[in-house]
């Protein structure tokens, strides 16, 4: 059980960074795709990227913590939003 609470910590760690990593690129897009070649093909795959990272960060949660969980536990405003987002998005 110890081993697993830690290589369990370890692999919301690892999600962690990639999706913040996920989100500066977004971001980042978003900033420069305005300025720079609006129109051109890799915001877009930049977009499909950031998207698809955070798809598999919430269902990776859903699976990892439950629908329930997911949604109404100590995290649950935030992942509702992040659901919604993504819902959008996609």
């Not at 720079?36 to 949660?61: D, M, N, Q, S, Y």
């Not at 997911?70 to 939003?81: D, L, Q, S």
Request: charged share 15%; glycine share 6%; with cysteine.
């Amino acid at each position: 059980p110890v081993a697993v609470a830690s290589k369990r910590q370890r692999w919301d760690r690892t999600l962690s960074i990639v999706v913040i990593f996920a989100v500066l690129i977004s971001l980042a897009c978003l900033g420069l795709s305005i300025d720079r070649a609006p129109g051109h093909p890799v915001w877009t795959v930049l977009e499909v990227f950031c998207t698809t990272v955070f798809v598999v960060e919430a269902i990776v949660k859903l699976q990892s913590l439950g629908c329930r969980a997911y949604f109404r536990g100590e995290a649950g405003g935030w992942n509702t939003i992040d659901f919604a987002i993504i819902d959008a998005a996609t």
